[in-house]
């Protein structure tokens, strides 16, 4: 069932007395998932996860910017010697024309090009399921639902922003891209995107998921991709690097210093980001606004919104329509971000001016960090590696519209292996933080009996990090205290704006 879905056209379903109409959109779009019969009975195959004719299940024509309904912006990013507000030709040698307007924008909404949503229709929309077997497991009266990005061609939400990045650098005349990649899930995904639009791709992943995730590296080559192990020998930030460490296990902030660098020395070059900055955030609301309308479709209201946290686009690509609605006062949700007790930005974090990227090419952004010279212990297995939040989540903290909490990764991993074995899906490492808070929030709803409706982001699979799946089940997966001492030298590092 790779690549399309199995949908059963609505004449079709047969429900049984024990469904309510409640759960009708989500067991259309995944009948087997919910004991229905998967003998053909006008069944279709789809290359969209959505029904037919459903208005709910269309994919956005808009992406949808938050900071125009702030009622606080957000502070800009500094220029990294002047230390003055970034002008836009200043990010010009970096990224495309029209991804710098997004970046500085205060329009609302977006459109998306024809384009760009023509290549999403070969995966979105994208399901929302409810995760009865979990909940069964649990013994919750809360409804848990998550919605699945683990249905794109990559396997995560990355090529939600992956795609128009690329779209909008070929339509500017550019010839190749480059960017870095920790766990090989944005890396892959820009490899699929130029590959559908015939542009150049290089990649530096860092060096401890090069060497431990072959497959997702192998992935990138299969769509064309050239894959660097960072630091490398390429570039002048990655030689010294080295030259400090030769056994650097590379970090997200060094192996962007080393794209950026490249991007900043070809004309022909721009550089690509997967998280972090606002446009990515803004591409990937797409993920919220279709979840919008399948919650109103289930006549659902969520009470709780839960994702998980590296650099932020997976979670505000969830929150950000929601945060919306709730600023409209139409709901009123808590919205919690769950990050890993090894790399907690956010919760342990300074709200400061820093560096993006490791050698401080990049603009300086305000934002809760651990320091741009802050390296997560190699070993940990559950993703989110990145020293610094977004500054718009990081606004929005600061704002008090959501909160935060921080996993250590073997209770992560216990509650993947909880769903894995209840709802059939492996999840990626990334979002095993967001079950395990899931199932905290369902084990006390059991205790108080309240009957929440809890919302959370499946934001991909685990088929290529199964070899962190190996060292829980092995009991080789360790928690790993997180070091004030190392927060504190990187911390030494910031400069003072």
Known sequence: MMG??????????????????????????WPWRYGLSTRPMNVRLRARAGLEGDKSLEIPHQWYNLIADLPVKPPPPLH??????????????????????????????IDIPDEVRDVYSLWRPTPLIRARRLEKLLD?????????????????????SAVPQAWYNVQEGIKNVVTETGAGQWGSALAFA???????????????????????????????AKVHSSPSMITESGKRILQEDPSSPGSLGIAISEAVEVAAK????????????????????????????????????????????????????????????????????VIRAVEPTACPSLTKGVYRYDY???????????????GHDFVPDPIHAGGLRYHGMAPLLSHIYELGFMDAISIPQTECFHGAIQFARSEGLI????????????IREALHCKETGEAKVILTAMCGHGHFDLT??????????????????????????????
């Open 266 to 333: 070809n004309a022909d070059t721009k550089y690509c980001l997967g998280s972090v900055l606002n446009h990515v955030l803004l591409h990937q609301t797409v993920i919220g606004e279709e979840c919008i309308k399948q919650m109103e479709a289930l006549g659902e209201t969520p009470d709780v919104i839960i994702g998980c946290t590296g650099g932020g686009s997976n979670f505000a690509g969830l929150s950000f329509p929601f945060i919306r609605e709730k600023l409209k006062k139409k709901i009123n949700p």
């Open 427 to 438: 999840p990626a490492p990334e979002p095993t933080h967001a079950i395990a808070a899931t």
């Open 468 to 497: 962190s799946y190996e060292k829980y089940l092995q009991g080789n997966m360790v928690d790993l205290a997180f070091s004030d001492e190392k927060m504190k030298a990187a911390l030494g590092n910031i400069p003072l704006v």
């Open 356 to 370: 993006g990227d490791t050698a401080g090419m990049t603009p300086l952004m305000k934002m809760h960090t651990l």
């Open 194 to 224: 130029c590959s559908i639009f015939g542009l150049g791709c290089e990649v530096w992943q860092v060096a401890a998921s090069y060497d431990s995730k072959p497959y997702r590296r192998l992935m990138m080559q299969t769509w064309g």
């Open 4 to 29: 399309t879905h199995c949908i059963f056209s609505a004449n079709s379903l047969p429900i049984s007395p024990r469904f309510n109409s409640k759960d009708l959109l989500a067991e259309k779009q």
């Open 80 to 109: 990294p010697k002047t230390h003055e507000p970034v002008k836009p030709e200043d990010l010009s040698p970096l990224f495309a024309q029209e991804l710098i307007k997004q970046e500085v924008t205060s329009d609302r909404f």
């Open 140 to 160: 919750t009266p809360a409804r848990i639902y998550y919605k699945y990005e683990g249905v794109s061609p990559a396997g995560s939400h990355k090529p939600n």
